[in-house]
């Protein structure tokens, strides 16, 4: 199982535009891994907007955005032309980055189990390795009185990291 300090597993799938992308293409940069179920489902269209929208204040904080999912190249094409996505998704069919992210796994879902896609978010530090990671992630959570974006969550954290190191 995969910890914060741990060196993150590399892995090479393709994007979106079916160009084959590795992890450590981003050597040097902070990188914002996020792994999700499904394009075009309530809660990762909400997920992926939210990164989308706060893709400028990531990118002031030098780091990048990537989304997982098991969804084809195809999909993420209409996915992000539908909702006018800012991000670089990967196409992992095969589950192979999910599996090395533990982001792939047993659910339970009204009593029957099964496996599938564990939503996590994994900020990897410019030296490679894992600086902070959250699995069964929730898009929005009640904080309050009031609705939090997990991206707001994972970008406020990144800003910490950034000003520890």
Request: proline share 3%.
């Amino acid at each position: 199982m995969i910890q914060a300090g741990d060196k993150a597993p590399n892995f090479t799938i393709k994007d979106q535009d079916d160009k084959e992308i590795s992890l450590t293409d981003f050597s040097g940069k902070w990188i914002v891994l996020y792994f999700y179920p499904k394009d075009n489902t309530s809660g990762c269209t909400k997920e992926a907007c939210d990164f989308t929208d706060s893709t400028d204040d990531f990118s002031n904080l030098d780091a990048v955005i990537i989304g997982v999912s098991p969804d084809s190249s195809e999909s993420h094409r209409k996915f992000i032309a539908k909702h006018k996505l800012g991000l670089t998704l990967l196409s992992d069919p095969d589950k192979i980055a999910h599996k090395l992210y533990g982001a792939w796994g047993l659910k339970k879902n009204y009593g029957k189990e099964y496996e599938g896609v564990i939503r996590s978010t994994f900020i990897i530090s410019p030296d490679g390795k894992v600086a902070e990671m959250w699995k069964n992630v929730r898009v929005r959570v009640k904080r309050k009185d009031r609705e939090v974006k997990h991206a707001d969550i994972v970008k406020d954290k990144l800003d910490e990291l950034r000003s520890a190191g």
